[in-house]
């Protein structure tokens, strides 16, 4: 089996109107080429519980000096489209966007390793001003990293639902773990009969509001308590998968390709906390030395990590 990780799908569809937009355009500090940076949410249903965030960086040339087909139309893009919060839902644009996951960890103002992930996107497309064809999906293929029951309060009790973690990665190679990932109660004994630890697949997920509990009323102080509703939020819901492959499978992904990846990982994250906080949040191109960086970078190759210290 090889030791590196093959080229894994990692694809992210939103569709619906433009919630937020901010855009930047400039000059990159070295090679002085132009690029246009766009961070933004799409909302893909009726509520605003429906929306997810994201991030397109896109520089006018390519390393090599090419030009980088993806510029003109997302700068294009960029200059004529209106959010939410500018005009109204009704007058704001509607975009069919796609792109991937991405790491986005970071130090915060406290100095403490925030590890997270964001949508990273490279096409713009056009979309039907259609509410029926909006749209909050992924479809992730991963290594499989913990597969635990989802519990609730303090007693731990079991939902029914099960929470998965998987590891995949980016168009450029960075593995990107995803945790949290929802399989629900219709599919619990299905996933746990076709799928375990160590073996990879390809998950597809839906963006899916819930609910949180609603708070107990408060015993004690002045006349009436209310009960707090809880807050509404998305989660990743499982809606199907591709047939489990085992790990060594020569299409599957290694132990020791995953091994040597979150070395890498761990090695960069200890980069990271020794720059301590920047001041913001930073794209993973600048805090963890990914390989689209313009800035190269002269690494010892790190020791895969050691049975004993496998997350799984």
Do not use: W
């Not at 509703?229 to 020791?256: C, F, H, Q, R, W």
């Amino acid at each position: 089996m090889s030791d590196k990780i093959k080229e894994l799908v990692n694809e992210v569809h939103l569709a619906g109107k433009v919630a937020e937009i901010e855009v930047k355009t400039g000059l990159t500090e070295e090679k002085k080429v132009p690029y246009v940076s766009i961070k933004g949410a799409i909302q893909f249903g009726d509520s605003k519980v429906k929306t997810r965030r994201f991030e397109s960086f896109v520089q006018q040339t390519k390393k090599d000096g090419g030009e980088n087909k993806l510029y003109s139309p997302t700068l294009t893009f960029a200059n004529s489209a209106k959010s939410i919060a500018d005009v109204g839902y009704e007058n704001a644009t509607v975009v069919d966007v796609q792109g991937n996951f991405s790491a986005n960890d970071y130090i915060d103002s406290t100095d403490k390793l925030i590890e997270s992930q964001q949508i990273s996107i490279k096409f713009f497309n056009e979309c039907d001003n259609d509410i029926e064809k909006f749209k909050g999906t992924a479809d992730i293929e991963g290594y499989i990293q913990s597969i635990n029951e989802e519990t609730k309060g303090e007693d731990k009790t079991e939902t029914g639902r099960l929470r998965v973690s998987i590891i995949t990665a980016d168009f450029f190679g960075n593995i990107v773990p995803i945790k949290n990932i929802v399989v629900p109660e219709n599919l619990h004994d299905a996933f746990l009969d076709g799928y375990e630890i160590g073996q990879s697949a390809i998950l597809y997920v839906d963006f899916i509001p819930n609910k949180a509990e609603a708070k107990p009323k408060k015993t004690g102080g002045l006349g009436v308590q209310r009960e707090t509703d809880g807050k509404s939020y998305l989660e990743m819901v499982v809606t199907g998968a591709s047939p489990a492959i085992d790990e060594d499978d020569p299409n599957g992904i290694s132990k020791e390709a995953i091994k040597i990846a979150l070395a890498e990982r761990k090695a960069s994250l200890n980069e990271l906390v020794e720059k301590g906080y920047q001041g913001s949040k930073k794209d993973v191109r600048n805090n963890l030395g990914a390989k689209n960086s313009n800035t190269p970078a002269t690494k010892k190759k790190p020791k895969p990590v050691a049975d004993d210290d496998m997350p799984f």
